[in-house]
């Protein structure tokens, strides 16, 4: 992953490079995102925000398109949550994967090599010229799973 410094340089090559205006709040959104290590929804995101930065004036409006640019331009990463919309990690990580606990929400990352092996199998098979991807593997944790089990969901 990038070093802070290095992000929000990149940041301000990309704000340049689309004409667009370099302020406070870009900045600390992705402050929040860097230093808030995790998965995090925009309202996560915003309440980190509030408490970190209370004399910020940031709307969720702003969070948003932020993020948005974030994403466009690899500052950022989310995974869909359908419905429940997206939830952003900071980008330039090293690749991985991710199990999502349909309980609780929890989200462990996850490298595996067999997995990483076998896709490059599969798209060679199919003669398609993979580019990247993206695994989300849905199911429970440990501990949602014994509530489930146990009957006290």
């Not at 925009?42 to 004036?57: A, T």
């Not at 969070?63 to 869909?80: H, K, P, Q, V």
């Amino acid at each position: 992953m990038l070093e802070y410094e290095l992000m929000l340089k990149e940041l301000q090559k990309v704000i340049k490079s689309k004409n667009l205006k370099y302020t406070k709040q870009r900045e600390v959104i992705l402050y929040a995102l860097y230093h808030n290590r995790g998965h995090h929804s925009p309202e996560d995101i915003l309440n980190y925000i509030k408490s970190s930065f209370p004399d910020e004036n940031i709307g969720i409006a702003t969070i948003y398109r932020t993020l948005t640019l974030f994403e466009e331009e690899g500052l950022a990463e989310s995974i869909s949550f359908g419905k429940d919309g997206k939830k952003y990690e900071v980008g330039h990580k090293n690749h991985h994967d991710h199990l999502i606990c349909l309980e609780c929400g929890k989200i462990i990352e996850f490298v595996d090599e067999i997995i990483e092996k076998q896709q490059i199998v599969v798209s060679k098979k199919y003669n398609f010229h993979m580019i990247d991807h993206t695994m989300k593997i849905e199911g429970y944790c440990d501990k949602c799973y014994k509530k489930i089990k146990l009957g006290e969901k």
